[in-house]
T-cell receptor, first 115, second 113 residues
Framework: DVKVTQSSRYLVKRTGEKVFLECVQDMDHENMFWYRQDPGLGLRLIYFSYDVKMKEKGDIPEGYSVSREKKERFSLILESASTNQTSMYLC??????????????FGPGTRLTVT | RKEVEQDPGPFNVPEGATVAFNCTYS??????FFWYRQDCRKEPKLLMSVYSSGNEDGRFTAQLNRASQYISLLIRDSKLSDSATYLCVVNLFRWSSASKIIFGSGTRLSIRP
């Protein structure tokens, strides 16, 4: 079974803090994603990485950066957390080959509260 | 206009009923289509892919209408365990970069005993 893990289920940070969210997948997937999910807005793509050291901005990259130094790990960084970044953050991965290509596998999510 | 639109619901139906959701997409270059299911406070999981010819998986049937640019999900003989949010997902092919995955906001379904 594919497993995507996220470093924390719940996180509380103060405004202005630097926040690191870690995501690890164990299936050698090429693509990895960071989304945030807010009521009524659905999942919105923050950043996408199609391979190691490769990244592409999603729909809402402002205030975020990412790092992918190893294939299995994709980190989301909030340089200076703000209250409007309070949200559920979901990491996902997918392969680009084979019969299960395009299916995304999600981690359990990190509920971040910025006070 | 949103790229992928769904009726947010909630749909509240009795156990055993048949329920159908639609999802419309705006970009005709959309390449592949999926339904995901998300339980309360859980991550989304793939329910089924949607093929041009339509496909069925037990009580679930998915249809694609490229001409009208919508996909549908039909659930027959609904169970209490079907209560969840159903997300419509569209994969958009792009020549210049990696394909784009677009999620709908989800349709909430609640099955009552």
């Amino acid at each position: 079974d594919v497993k995507v893990t996220q470093s924390s289920r719940y996180l509380v940070k103060r405004t202005g803090e630097k926040v690191f969210l870690e995501c690890v997948q164990d299936m050698d997937h090429e693509n990895m994603f960071w989304y945030r999910q807010d009521p009524g807005l659905g999942l919105r793509l923050i950043y996408f990485s199609y391979d190691v050291k490769m990244k592409e901005k999603g729909d809402i990259p402002e205030g975020y950066s990412v790092s992918r130094e190893k294939k299995e790990r994709f980190s989301l960084i909030l340089e200076s957390a703000s209250t409007n970044q309070t949200s559920m953050y979901l990491c996902a991965s997918r392969t680009t080959s084979g019969s299960s290509s395009y299916e995304q596998y999600f981690g359990p999510g990190t509920r971040l509260t910025v006070t | 206009r949103k790229e992928v639109e769904q009726d947010p619901g909630p749909f509240n139906v009795p156990e055993g009923a048949t329920v159908a959701f639609n999802c419309t997409y705006s970009n005709s270059a959309s390449q592949s289509f999926f339904w995901y299911r998300q339980d309360c406070r859980k991550e989304p999981k793939l329910l089924m892919s949607v093929y041009s010819s339509g496909n069925e998986d037990g009580r679930f049937t998915a249809q694609l209408n490229r001409a009208s640019q919508y996909i549908s999900l039909l659930i027959r003989d609904s169970k209490l365990s079907d209560s969840a949010t159903y997300l419509c997902v569209v994969n958009l092919f792009r020549w210049s970069s990696a394909s784009k995955i677009i999620f709908g906001s989800g349709t909430r379904l609640s099955i009552r005993p």
